[in-house]
T-cell receptor
Framework: ETGVTQSPTHLIKTRGQQVTLRCSSQ?????VSWYQQALGQGPQFIFQ???????GRGNFPPRFSGLQFPNYSSELNVNALELDDSALYLC?????????????FGSGTQLSVL | QKEVEQNSGPLSVPEGAIASLNCTYS??????FFWYRQYSGKSPELIMS????GDKEDGRFTAQLNKASQYVSLLIRDSQPSDSATYLC????????FGAGTRLTVKP
């Protein structure tokens, strides 16, 4: 167990809907990163939040947005869901953004878009 | 060219053998390198990190880094069936990027 918790564990949505995924970081960690993992693929970087500010973004459209709260928990919001958004969404927390940044992952949210 | 490339496998080794997993990366300024293990249906877990050229050993695991060749590897000695999983190579530049993973099966 890493101490990173994600909710919900599973979610089914229809195309065009909006979804919010939540993540609580490990105690002592101020950085949260979100990843999308399609079946059979490695995690793809969506974005990172450091002390409530976006601190880097991968190649995802603006309909993927996020927030980090003062307690360092985080949300990932996806608008106008598409079928290709079906994937495992992973949240990872870390102590900071230094070169020894080690990511600790939550169990993930499995999103299915019908 | 993908930022982080791994042989997709699957790689199959007999119990007790050495499993060798390889990874190449494209960004020369990358500073930190990690190996994560992901069991089927589970999230990735960190098993090794390496930051400088050479070898780093931790129990049955050895990570090797060659920055000149932009190459990282993971050796698993005395492989066990419980090592059967997908192994993800991750490279930190501005953010952490992952390879597609190599699926390893250790046969009893």
């Amino acid at each position: 167990e890493t101490g990173v918790t994600q909710s919900p564990t599973h979610l089914i949505k229809t195309r065009g809907q909006q979804v919010t995924l939540r993540c609580s970081s490990q105690s002592g960690h101020n950085t949260v990163s979100w990843y999308q993992q399609a079946l059979g693929q490695g995690p793809q970087f969506i974005f990172q939040y450091y002390r409530e500010e976006e601190n880097g973004r991968g190649n995802f459209p603006p309909r993927f947005s996020g927030l980090q709260f003062p307690n360092y928990s985080s949300e990932l919001n996806v608008n106008a869901l598409e079928l290709d958004d079906s994937a495992l969404y992973l949240c990872a927390s870390s102590r900071g953004t230094g070169v020894d940044e080690k990511l600790f992952f939550g169990s993930g949210t499995q999103l299915s878009v019908l | 060219q993908k930022e982080v490339e791994q042989n997709s496998g699957p790689l199959s080794v007999p119990e007790g053998a050495i499993a060798s997993l390889n990874c190449t990366y494209s960004d020369r300024v990358s500073q930190s390198f990690f190996w994560y293990r992901q069991y089927s249906g589970k999230s990735p877990e960190l098993i090794m990190s390496i930051y400088s050229n050479g070898d780093k050993e931790d129990g049955r695991f050895t990570a090797q880094l060659n920055k000149a060749s932009q190459y990282v590897s993971l050796l698993i000695r005395d492989s066990q069936p419980s090592d059967s999983a997908t192994y993800l190579c991750a490279v930190l530049t501005n953010d952490m990027r992952f390879g597609a993973g190599t699926r390893l099966t250790v046969k009893p």
